[in-house]
């Protein structure tokens, strides 16, 4: 990319892997990049979103975002929120002379079904659990009470992280996967499913395929595929470390959740489906108003995310954040520029990228990817415009040293970084986490004051 013969600046709003890559490229062309983070750590979903034990994984991560962070003109402010009714809102940093914003928040919010006993005590989210045993401050505060029989609903990579979680950590008596379609339409991988495939109840799941098999061979599926697929796992199966069950019920869409007289848990009601072929070739899933109970003391939701309505961005209908439909700068056929349906126009100068842009699409490359390309929108739109900015990275800072709460910056991370090493090596841990962010701000000699909740 060649660099840009006037000085532009730009905010970048998030420091996962979309933002992190994002600032590069806008870096490597010649912009002052501002990247606000609501974490004290960079890495997002890459530093709290990856199973614990996938070390290697994550440290050629944070090598790659640590020589983003080196780049001179990539000024970080972790510790920072941007909420629209908050200390400092998106319209702020709007109104502080930004070139272009770039906004890679990713999908703050969950997502949920809208059934009857959701409210009970031991139904969570696979995001805040996710959070919790990866010690992402608050939620490595927070206590899940997790039983032996646990229901996951959702066939994809994210509930298979639970399923490890819960199988070799917890050491849950039974893990079910309620799944609204058939064996041949799960998302996750062999790779993931190699984790808990020691501990397969294999009669069970030959019966479930069986029950199935009728309806996928009237809809044109091998009801074989799917088994195979996932018997496939065995052969590089994780060693088994409990006696826990893990079991798939297809063909059920989750009804509503049954408590006991205690406002807890005690089953899952599913209606049975049938899928039903498509004039496309595709199928869809029926309720055949059959119902039935699969008994649980913890329900777990691994759906997807969606994102924060409270960040001060217009949504669209499907309550993602709206990008428009006609952009002037498009990337591989993408729309990354944010939109407002109501006035039909662009939000000038803002963009979106990762899940921002889609919410739960895509892992550590596909955010990657999105990134760059939003970063190389950006600069097209600055491309256009002949004024520049002027004092806006003052204007951030003055914003910044006005608030209640600390700001982490380059050097204050390296001091951290340091500290969580020596930390591990005493310890003889292959990492070390400080469990909440007032440890972290304490260790950075950054004080005690109160944080941006």
Not at 102 to 121: H, I, N, P, R, S
Not at 384 to 403: H, I, K, T, Y
Request: charged residues 25%; glycine residues 10%.
């Amino acid at each position: 990319m060649k660099p840009m013969s006037t000085l532009r600046t730009v905010a970048v709003i998030g420091a996962g892997p979309a933002g992190l890559f994002a600032a590069r490229e806008l870096a490597n062309a010649g912009v002052q990049v501002a990247l606000i983070n609501r974490d004290i750590k960079a890495g997002g979903l890459a530093e709290y979103g990856i199973y614990p034990n996938k070390y290697k994984m994550k440290s050629a991560l944070r090598k790659q975002f640590a020589q983003v962070l080196e780049l001179p003109n990539v000024a970080y402010f972790g510790n920072v929120q941007i909420l629209q009714d908050g200390p400092l809102s998106l319209a702020n940093v709007q109104s502080m002379g930004f070139d272009a914003v770039l906004v890679c928040v990713g999908a703050q919010g969950t997502k949920w079904l809208g059934l009857e006993g959701e409210d009970l005590q031991g139904v969570y989210h696979a995001k805040d659990l996710v959070y919790h045993y990866n010690r992402l401050p608050p939620y490595s505060q927070q206590s899940f009470a997790i039983g032996q029989r646990v229901v996951c609903i959702g066939a994809g990579n994210v509930m298979l992280d639970i399923a490890r979680w819960a199988i070799q950590e917890l050491k849950v008596q039974e893990l079910t996967a309620v799944v609204r379609r058939g064996p041949g339409d799960v998302k996750f991988t062999r790779k993931e499913m190699e984790s808990v495939a020691a501990n397969l109840d294999l009669a069970a799941l030959e019966a479930e395929i069986a029950r199935c098999a009728p309806n996928l061979t009237a809809v044109g599926q091998d009801p074989q595929e799917g088994h195979k697929f996932i018997l496939s796992a065995l052969l590089h199966a994780e060693p088994k470390v409990s006696d826990a069950q893990m079991r798939f019920d297809f063909l059920a869409s989750p009804h509503r959740i049954l408590g006991d007289e205690h406002g807890r848990v005690r089953a899952l009601e599913v209606e049975d489906t049938l899928l039903v072929a498509r004039e496309d070739g595709s199928t869809s899933a029926k309720g055949q108003g059959i119902y039935r109970e699969i008994a649980a003391d913890t329900v777990v939701f691994c759906i997807g995310d969606k994102v924060d309505a409270n960040f001060g961005l217009p949504l669209d209908k499907w309550g993602d954040f709206a990008k428009h439909p006609e952009p002037r700068f498009p990337g591989e056929g993408n729309s990354y520029e944010a939109y407002d349906p109501e006035t039909q126009q662009a939000v000038e100068g803002v963009f979106l990228a990762g899940w921002s842009r889609e919410a739960s699409t895509g892992v550590v490359g596909a955010a990657r990817k999105d990134g760059t390309l939003a970063a190389r929108a950006v600069l097209s739109y600055l491309d256009s415009r002949s004024e520049s900015s002027n004092g806006a990275m003052q204007a951030l800072e003055s914003r910044l040293d006005a608030l209640s709460t600390p700001v982490v910056r380059k050097p204050d991370l390296l001091k951290l970084e340091d500290i969580e090493a020596a930390q591990a090596e005493e310890h003889g841990l292959p990492e070390f986490k400080f469990s909440s962010n007032q440890d972290m701000l304490n260790a950075m000699g950054l004080g005690q004051l109160e944080q941006t909740s």
